[in-house]
């Protein structure tokens, strides 16, 4: 990188005293703004002029570079012109190890016929309200259902998909901490786990302080089975999230998990609490290949 300046300044001038723009962007757990640059992107085989930077002045809980990958305008792939991009969200379980994955930038046509063998895939769909230029800068997928210990959940069609009005429908957001539902369909999907976990003892005590539910208390059971989550996606796609991206165990324990990551032997004393699903961060078998943009 090299060469920042305000967009409309003279290449050639060493001085600038053109006010640059301001900018500020809210996230929903921070805030960044700053003032936008221009900037050259150089690349072995390609220089991308007139990127657009926002240099960042005061952040509130945000990390000091954040790089846009939606569908707006000032998105990194739409400003290099990219047609695809490609980088796999690495699972919780490896979050004490130093596993990776590569970022995959791809320019040219885009065939839609560049399918990974193996891999499952869903189609992105688009907002019908265009009047709301922010609707239109996520990523929206088809949820056709959610299934708990291979029971579906009872889920009105108005929630999987988004509306006239724009509300509704299922986006992918790699930037947002926990996986959000609507209340009804977030109580729909904890009413199934409580069915299911019915032989069990409800912690209400860890319920009333925490404010979340349900929770279980566990810690006179030699083993736990827990159900498992689904998502279920337009195309076949499933993605089947791991133990630890929706219950959270409380106090120090230690236990083995089989090869479904669901079948839980203690040696420790803790709690399970339903964590309102983290973030999709095991979303490597659906979308760990080639993002259209």
Known sequence: MFGLRCKGCDNKSDNCTQNCPAYLVQYGDGTTSGILLSETLDFPNKAVRDFVVGCSILSTRQPSGIAGFGRGLMSLP???????????????????????????????????????????????????????????????????????????????????????????????????????????????????????????????????????????????????????????????????????????FLRDASYLSDDRDRQCDRSGDFRGTFDHFRELSTAKLLFGVLFSI
């Open 78 to 248: 739409l400003q290099m012109g990219l047609k695809k991009f490609s980088y796999c969200l690495v699972s919780h379980r490896f979050d004490d190890l130093p596993e990776s994955s590569d970022l995959v930038l791809v320019g040219g046509s885009d065939s839609g016929k560049d399918e990974t063998k193996g891999l499952s895939y869903t189609p992105f769909i688009k907002n019908p309200l265009t009047s709301n230029a922010a609707f239109q800068e996520y990523y929206y997928v088809s949820l056709r259902k959610i299934t708990v210990g291979g029971k579906d959940v009872n889920i009105p069609f108005s929630f999987l998909v988004p509306g006239s009005d724009g509300n509704g429908g299922t986006i992918v957001d790699s930037g947002t901490t926990f996986t959000f539902m609507e209340r009804k369909l977030f109580e729909s999907v904890a009413r199934e786990f409580e069915k299911q976990m019915a032989n069990y003892t409800r912690a209400t005590v860890v319920e009333n302080r925490s404010g979340l539910q349900p929770c279980f208390d566990i810690s006179s059971e030699k083993s736990v089975l827990f159900p498992e989550l689904v998502f279920h996606f337009k195309g076949g796609g499933k993605m089947a999230l791991p133990l630890a991206d929706y219950f959270s």
